[in-house]
Every structure is written in C-alpha cells, then in structure tokens.
C-alpha cells in the first residue's frame, strides 16, 4: 500500500487559510455597499493602514497587482517611461498592465542604487526621446528571494529620484516583513513616497486584499479607477475585518523570518547551494530545476521556481516542526 503523505505548502505565503479567529471578524463584521456609502469595517481598515504607513490616505483593493497598477495609471502619462529593479514584480509579474493598461514604458535598473536612478532618469533628451517620470520601489524584493532596503538606503533612493524630478512608487506587498526584519517601523520606509501598496493576503494571511496609499486627492481618483478595473464591491467589510485581525499579527512575521533561516541552514547542512534569507523566502540554486521541483513534489514538499531556482515561502501555516519535516523529507526522498 501506497503511504500517502499530508502536503506540505511552501510555494508562496498567499497559501495560509484564515483561522478560526478570523473567520469569526470576518462573520461578524459590521458592513455596508463600499461603493455607495463607504463600508465602514473597509473605512476603518483604510484608516489604520494609512497611519501605519504615514500617508494621509488609504483605499483597500482585491489584490497588490491591481494597486500597483491604479498607482502607476494615475501617475504616468501614455508613453512615459518609468524605473523599476530589474524582476520587479510590476516588470515581471503582473501580466505587463504597466506598458498594457497605464501606458508606461518600462526600464529596468541592473543595478538599484542612486547613481543608477539618476544615470537612467536624469539629463535631457531630444524631443523623440522617453520622458522618464516615475521611480517604483520594491521592498521586500520577491525575486531576490525577500530582500530588504534598509531607511537609509530607501533615502538616499528617494532622495535621489527628487533629484531629478521623479515621482516614487513603492511596491510594499511585504513592507510588513522588511519592518520586521529591520526592526523599524513602517514609516521609516515610506518616507518620502507618493504612493505605497502592501498587501494583507500574503505574509499577513488574510484571504484576500491589498491596500494603496498616499495623498487623499490620490486616493480619491484612485478609488474612481478601481471602479473602472472592476475592483469596487459592497459590503467589503467582510474582507477588510480579516484585513484588520492580519494586521494585529505583524510581529509573528519574526516566526517566519527564523523558520525561514533555520530551513535554509538544514538545506546547506544537506548540501544544497542555499543564501541567508533575510525574511521569509529562500531561494535554492540546483542543477536541474525541473527535476528537483518534481522530486520535492513526489516527497510532498510544494516549492515553486523563481528566477531560476526553488523558492520555498514559509508563513503562518508553517511552524518548526514542519520546517524540521521538510528537511527530513528531502534528506530521504529528493
């Protein structure tokens, strides 16, 4: 007989399923037609996100992609150039809605530091050349494997960005766990931002949602927009009341971060080519790509590829003992 064994989930931390407590916010939550008359669990998520973040507003929104993308059509003109680190999620992951939908035309820096912002945004062009207009961040950076820009680097990025003019983006879907990681608080890394985005249905584990951020005249266009994408709904607050429980849970990203460390030094101890993650992700290189996800696959371990090598996510769903798990399994069977 065949032993089956249960999965255990670690190609993303989007995969965690609301507890028991949330459910209960969630069943309970006071709502109303968000469209019309603004649901006031949704009002009151907004307004706690927007003070975490240090802007002067919020709106909530059903996914990071879609805020990324309200804040990039709001702030780029059809045919504007805009600079982003190379695999950034809004170059890479988001079906290219930046260049598709708002117009922009995207250019990745190779190098994200502040010579290269103003190297590639500065200095003038003859009249058929790109207008380069806008600056997107990413903190954490997903494709480097949860990378995390310390304030003083965020600074100096956004300082140099004003420096020639440019409007600042940040992609913050795990603003949480650089916050964390650094042990700073949010504001420290949205200094100077026009707009910010951050997500509740990642390293949060909400069932869904994001939030994007900035001036109240940006939100107020920017809820216009959703509208237009599809993304208003009615009585939100079902949504947001997970939003709100999530965001008691900040500090328990500290968990992930060492379960995160303690699976990559049980991988390096089995040979594999792991780094130190600095948050949650962990990025293996391997010979074969392919061969070992499927290996990892048949011994029940879910990882994903990225950027060419295994990505394993840990999250709220995850505790030691699977950690410890995981590395038994690929001892044995990968």
């Not at 309970?28 to 507003?57: I, K, S, W």
Request: charged share 20%; proline share 4%.
């Amino acid at each position: 007989m065949i032993e089956l064994v249960t999965p255990i989930d670690l190609r993303s931390d989007t995969v965690t399923k609301p507890d028991e407590e949330m459910r209960r916010a969630m069943a309970a939550a006071e709502v109303g037609d968000d469209v019309l008359d603004h649901d006031p669990t949704m009002a009151a998520l907004e307004e706690r996100v927007a003070a975490l973040l240090g802007v002067e507003a919020a709106l909530w929104v059903p996914s990071g992609s879609m805020g990324n993308l309200i804040a990039l059509f709001l702030h780029l003109a059809r045919g504007d150039r805009f600079l982003a680190p190379l695999g950034a999620h809004v170059l890479d992951a988001e079906l290219g809605t930046a260049a598709w939908l708002a117009g922009g035309m995207p250019h990745a820096l190779h190098s994200l530091t502040p010579e290269a912002v103003v190297a590639a945004g500065g200095g003038e062009s003859p009249y058929y050349g790109l207008k380069t207009t806008l600056l997107s961040l990413e903190n954490t950076h997903n494709a480097s494997g949860g990378t995390v820009t310390s304030a003083a680097d965020h600074a100096a990025l956004v300082a140099a960005a004003r420096s020639i003019g440019l409007v600042v983006h940040l992609d913050g879907a795990r603003l949480w766990n650089a916050s964390v990681a650094l042990g700073v608080p949010l504001t420290s890394l949205t200094a100077g931002v026009d707009t910010v985005q951050v997500c509740l249905s990642k390293a949060l584990g909400a069932p869904v949602g994001s939030v994007v951020a900035g001036s109240a005249s940006f939100v107020a266009e920017a809820r216009r927009v959703r509208k237009m994408l599809g993304g208003g709904v009615r009585q939100g607050g079902v949504l947001a009341a997970a939003g709100l429980v999530a965001l008691d849970r900040i500090p328990r990203l500290a968990d992930d971060h060492a379960h995160a460390s303690s699976l990559a030094a049980g991988l390096r101890e089995l040979g594999w080519d792991v780094a130190e993650p600095a948050t949650n992700i962990v990025l293996a290189s391997v010979p074969d790509l392919d061969k070992t996800l499927l290996a990892l696959g048949e011994a029940g371990v879910l990882a994903s590829p990225m950027a060419g090598k295994v990505r394993f996510v840990t999250h709220g769903d995850v505790g030691s003992s699977d950690v410890a798990e995981v590395l038994r399994r690929v001892r044995e069977g990968v």
